[in-house]
């Protein structure tokens, strides 16, 4: 008997195999391990956190010499950066001309005084001719104009003496407060007007101030924390430019009266002691200023945080072994590690490494 092949068969054998097959296939795969990871437990320590800002020193007192007059340099009373006290002598322009002139005043205010009190007389012996109708009226009348002209006269006397006598002045120069004297910028003969040259440039010592900027976004901050009753004794601090720390703490001096428009920022001054000389103006430096992170606070591992678009996240372990990814706002930086503001409290447990296998809800195996 002859056999023909059915299509049919063949069909249905085939769907048979492909069913089998995706019946395996469609089984869950196994869960993954737990991932391996290093765990640290959040715990408080005592902590002193510090902003810093770089800072530039300058005197309380600063100001330029320049003559007021002309003439030659006569005298220079004192040496290259000497220490002066207020009203000391520093340089003399030659006064011959201006005691000249002071002198010449001086005697026509003298005449204008005889002058005046001739007249004077004259108006008061018209006056009693006058009294007794002895005398024309305007005799009397040119007496007493005479007697205004030669008041004018006496005063404008007088304003020549004053203005003699105050260029005499200001041909000694002297030092209008304490302070440190510069280099010199003249010497001996040099001709001087009005203005020009600079002589030199005279700073107070004693005490200096430091200038720095902060962000207004800091200021909240900054007035809370120089107004906090539990704030440390020392806000400010001072690290000079090789690195040393200068030896005594500053004081809060002024605050700028408006935060700039297109900077953002507003100025601060900070006052410091300098009895020993050790701050000159123009020095720079690093201002430290204690902020919130002083005293017990939550520090942490800083390779435990991860930052994503401009928030950072801890893993924190639950007691099953799974993690949780946690908001933190963090604080100060302490070398390797990290201060806590907000977002974790003392006791829980936290990854510090194995953190790139991480994700929210994963299981965990601590090493």
């Known amino acids: 008997m002859k056999k023909y092949f059915n299509p049919s068969i063949l069909f249905f054998a085939i769907l048979a195999v492909v069913v089998t097959g995706c019946g395996k296939s469609a089984q869950a795969p196994p869960p993954p391990p737990p991932t391996a990871v290093s765990v640290y437990t959040v715990a408080s320590k005592s902590v002193k956190g510090v902003d810093t800002y770089p800072a530039t020193v300058v005197a309380l007192n600063e100001i330029e010499l320049r003559p007021q007059v002309s003439g030659y340099i006569t005298q220079i009373f004192v040496q290259d950066g000497q220490q002066v006290t207020k009203g000391q002598k520093l340089y003399q322009i030659d006064q011959s001309k201006y005691v000249a002139s002071r002198n010449q005043a001086m005697a026509t205010l003298a005449s204008a005084k005889a002058n005046l009190a001739r007249i004077k007389k004259d108006v008061d012996r018209y006056e009693r001719l006058d009294q007794n109708e002895a005398i024309a009226k305007q005799v009397l009348d040119n007496a ?45 003969g040099a001709q001087v007007s009005p203005g020009q040259p600079l002589l030199n440039t005279l700073s107070s010592t004693d005490p200096v101030q430091v200038d720095f900027v902060i962000n207004e976004k800091e200021i909240p901050r900054y007035y809370k924390l120089v107004n906090a009753p539990d704030a440390p004794d020392s806000l400010f601090s001072l690290r000079l430019s090789d690195g040393s720390l200068y030896p005594h703490p500053g004081k809060l001096a002024t605050v700028d009266r408006a935060v700039g428009r297109q900077t953002g920022t507003i100025n601060i001054r900070v006052e410091f002691p300098n009895a020993d000389r050790m701050l000159v103006p123009g020095m720079t430096g690093t201002l430290q200023v204690v902020n919130d992170d002083h005293g017990d606070q939550l520090v942490i591992p800083h390779k435990a945080v991860t930052e994503q678009m401009g928030e950072y996240f801890v893993y924190v372990v639950g007691q099953d072994s799974t993690v949780t ?24 447990t936290i990854v510090v490494d194995g953190l790139q296998k991480l994700r929210q809800g994963s299981k965990v195996q601590i090493q």
Do not use: H, N, W
């Not at 006496?154 to 006598?165: D, N, R, T």
């Not at 990290?338 to 003392?346: K, N, T, W």
């Open 144 to 188: 007493k104009a005479d007697l205004l002209a030669a008041e004018a006269q006496v005063q404008a006397a007088e304003a020549q003496v004053s203005s003699a006598e105050t260029d005499l002045g200001y041909s000694l120069i002297t030092a209008p407060f304490a302070g440190r004297i510069g280099i010199s910028q003249v010497r001996l």
């Open 325 to 348: 990814q946690q908001t933190v706002k963090l604080g100060t930086v302490f070398g390797t590690d990290v201060a806590i503001r907000e977002g974790l409290a003392s006791g829980q």
